[in-house]
């Protein structure tokens, strides 16, 4: 789930110290024999590479192959604008209003956006959302989480170091399964949403939040490969009709181009907010706080929210 972030030099030094463990699965990313294969390999059912029940909707977009790809093309989401309810949301202009939930059921605030838990909360719940007017944004860790469905389809490979406070482990991306365990997260989103809109999935419908990808600095990837990294996620979300968040990454909002949506938790806090100040602008930009700030700058809306192991819809909003 969420965290709070690690010291700088407490992550270099787990990352240095599963490099020297010689882990197969924790090394760098681009290690020769890396790649994906067949996606499908290992599944409980072809094309359905983490057994995870698809209620509908017909994949689309290609798995992609490698580790980390060394250059992408311009993103191209299926779907032009105005197929999904997103560009109603952006014509409003900033700010743009928030509800953050990952527990319980949907509360019945009225928000421009309105985030749930991808595997936790139904069709049913996401539907409930959209009919009050909101834009569902859909949250999923790329993080080892054992409890989830597709727990049993992470090998050790994929698994990357122990987050500390957090029953987790970082992802390895360059693992045999990592990618398309993420693709087939998204395919069962799209099966869930096709509920939700009539029984076809609307491209642009819904966004995703993925967590924990600041790989750069958590296991020590480094800029340009942490880059590469989310410009394939990226690519991978765009690809099957979704909207892809920025989760934290301030370092990368300048570079990673094409973002639509925006997620960070205490950028007040560690002196970051001011990264937002032009894309909050054109694109909606959710901060969270954990120790409530006294004001917050008009490109982002805040909310605070004193536990940060408990998301339920209930954060108060900063002004």
């Known amino acids: 789930m969420i965290f709070e972030r690690w010291p700088a030099a407490l992550v270099r030094l787990l990352a240095v110290c599963v490099v020297l463990a010689g882990s197969q699965g924790c090394g760098p990313v681009d290690q020769a024999g890396g790649g994906l294969g067949d996606p499908a390999a290992g599944a409980s059912a072809p094309g359905n590479p983490t057994g995870l029940a698809q209620p509908s909707a017909p994949s689309t977009g290609q798995p992609l192959q490698n580790p980390i790809a060394t250059s992408f093309a311009p993103s191209s989401p299926t779907g032009g604008a105005g197929s999904g309810s997103f560009e109603k949301i952006l014509a409003k202009g900033p700010k743009w209003s928030w ?12 928000a421009d956006l309105h985030v749930l838990d991808g595997f936790d909360h139904s069709a049913g719940d996401y539907k409930q959302i959209v009919d009050k007017g909101s834009f569902p944004v859909a949250y999923f860790s790329c993080s080892f989480e054992g409890w989830r469905p597709d727990a049993g ?46 029984g076809t999935f609307v491209p642009r419908s819904c966004g995703i939040e993925w967590d924990n990808v600041d790989l750069y600095d958590s296991i020590g990837l480094g800029h340009a490969r942490g880059l590469e990294f989310l410009q394939r996620l990226k690519s991978l979300t765009e690809s099957k009709g979704f909207i892809f968040a920025l989760k934290n990454c301030v370092e990368m909002v300048p570079d990673l181009k094409g973002v639509e949506l925006y997620v960070n938790e205490q950028a007040q806090q560690y002196g970051e907010i001011a990264t937002y100040q032009n894309v909050g602008v054109t694109s909606p930009v959710l901060n969270v706080e954990y120790e409530r700030p006294s004001s917050s700058p008009g490109y982002v809306y805040t909310l605070y929210y004193p536990d940060p192991k408990k998301i339920d819809g209930n954060g108060l909003p900063v002004s």
């Open 99 to 110: 509800v953050w939930q990952y527990t319980g059921q949907p509360v019945s605030t009225r």
């Open 153 to 198: 389809k992470w090998t050790d490979a994929d698994k990357g170091p122990k987050m500390d406070g957090w029953d987790e482990n970082w992802p390895n991306p360059g693992g045999p399964n990592f990618w398309s365990i993420m693709e087939a997260r998204l395919d069962y989103m799209r099966g869930k949403m096709a509920q939700v809109t009539g």
